[in-house]
């Protein structure tokens, strides 16, 4: 098996064994019986190991290309576990200048607790980059495109100048299906499953996936030992959303350009943060690295902080919340709501700033429903 829809599908789901099931079952128990001591079929506790977690954790590195997949039970999760089991008390980590709010605030008021130090950096400009390493410097960690201002960074070109320092590629906004971070040189890619992976707003979780088997065996000591794990029936409900993947993603990314062709035309919106078009900074390195351009858009209203409130409270189609990545289209002001936690920083975004989530839903109703909004 080697296309991606088919992995998706099949990858770790063999039919049931004893039953002939064609959807793996929900392992709903603690524990398992042992036939003597020491002597078990695999699994012994569920912290350590269950078989629906199995499947998921198979499905996702087949569909990363990676050597070894690890389930969590959140994005935050997994990147806990990951930084606890990479870095040490000293160690240096450059983080983009445009993070996700919940990641930064993980270095700057968890990590930074315990000795690990982080400078934020312009990602999609490899001289400061290169300039920002230091001796101590053990992690370059990167979102592309990032959670609001979609960025675009070259993961190639971070992968020649982390030299050893392990490069993590947060790949939530891209998905698998039209980006493939390992196979352009980085180490670990980390998931919020929460987000396209689910794809249905039903689930929290998060994911590590390695290209090194080594690093995958520590960090799988690491998700045994902190136990961040989710349950049986989230990993279920991940997996049943990653057989649609593909699918999805191609109407999200059909859907978002319509979307972007609306508002970069319209007179109430200032400017439009988008891969997709030519005049982005990131545009020809996403063309490069991506399949699409995704389906996430965010754009600024003319009007300002007001004018930006006025319409996530007034669209009906696009939902205003939290999250991303679910068939439904949702609205949101970062700047007060999944980034307040940077306000102040040097990470802060523009209070004008609106993000989409373009969902799957017809297109002209979407469109009508933003147009209605913007007037």
């Not at 160690?91 to 934020?120: C, M, Q």
Request: charged share 20%; hydrophobic share 40%; aromatic share 6%.
């Amino acid at each position: 098996m080697t296309g991606f829809e088919t992995l998706a599908i099949h990858a770790g789901q063999e039919p049931d064994p004893t039953t002939g099931a064609v959807v793996v079952p929900i392992y709903q128990t603690s524990t398992y019986v042992q036939e003597e001591v020491g002597r078990h079929k695999g699994y012994e506790y569920s912290r350590s190991g269950n078989p629906t977690r199995t499947a998921l954790e198979t499905c996702l590195a087949a569909l990363e290309g990676g050597a070894t997949g690890l389930a969590f039970a959140s994005g935050l999760a997994a990147e806990d576990t990951l930084i606890r089991t990479v870095l040490k008390p000293g160690d240096h980590v450059i983080v983009p200048n445009d993070a996700y709010g919940g990641t930064y605030r993980l270095f700057a008021k968890v990590a930074s607790r315990w000795g690990i130090e982080h400078t934020p950096v312009p990602l999609a400009d490899l001289d400061a980059v290169a300039k920002a390493m230091t001796p101590s410097t053990r992690m370059i960690w990167c979102e592309t495109p990032t959670n609001p201002l979609l960025g675009i960074a070259d993961i190639a070109g971070l992968a020649e100048i982390a030299k050893g320092a392990t490069l993590v590629v947060d790949n939530t906004f891209a998905s698998p299906y039209l980006q493939q971070p390992l196979a352009l040189g980085a180490d670990v890619v980390v998931h919020s499953t929460t987000k396209y992976l689910g794809g249905h707003s039903d689930v929290v979780g998060g994911a590590l996936v390695t290209a090194d088997t080594a690093l995958g065996e520590e960090l799988a000591f690491h998700q045994n030992a902190m136990g961040s794990v989710p349950g049986a029936f989230d990993s279920w409900l991940v997996l049943r959303g990653v057989k649609t993947l593909g699918v999805r993603m191609d109407r999200h990314c059909e859907n978002a350009a319509q979307v972007v062709e609306l508002l970069t035309r319209h007179a109430a919106v200032s400017e439009v943060l988008y891969p997709g078009l030519p005049e982005h900074a990131g545009h020809d390195i996403a063309t490069k690295q991506m399949k699409a351009y995704g389906g996430m858009v965010s754009f600024r209203l003319a009007g300002g902080e007001e004018k930006a409130l006025e319409v996530c409270k007034r669209t009906e189609v696009f939902t205003l919340g939290e999250s991303l990545g679910g068939v439904e289209s949702l609205i949101e002001h970062p700047g007060r709501m999944t980034h307040a936690s940077v306000a102040g920083s040097q990470l802060e975004v523009p209070s004008d700033l609106v993000r989409l989530s373009v969902g799957i839903e017809t297109a002209d109703d979407l469109l009508a429903d933003l147009e209605r909004a913007l007037s």
